[in-house]
């Protein structure tokens, strides 16, 4: 039975970014968590949809001609 559930750390590490990155995801309510514990889960349905989210908008900056510069 496949994992339903990943930690902040495997999150950092699918979206290539810091556990602390990561955590604001969370704390911000920006991707969906549980506390177990001590510990934040994601559910990876709530990564997928979190991902699909930041492809939409990444399409309708695009579009839009918004560029930027704000790479991280």
Do not use: N
């Not at 955590?23 to 920006?30: A, D, I």
């Not at 990564?47 to 908008?57: C, G, H, K, M, V």
């Amino acid at each position: 039975m496949p994992a339903r559930f990943v930690s902040i750390a495997d999150v950092a590490e699918t979206l290539a970014i810091s556990s602390r990155q990561a955590y604001g995801l969370v704390t911000s309510g920006e991707l969906p968590a549980i506390k177990v514990g001590k510990s934040w889960r994601i559910e990876l349905t709530e990564l997928e949809a979190y991902i699909q989210r930041q492809y939409a908008d990444a399409q309708t900056r695009v579009a839009a001609g918004d560029f930027g510069d704000d790479e991280d």
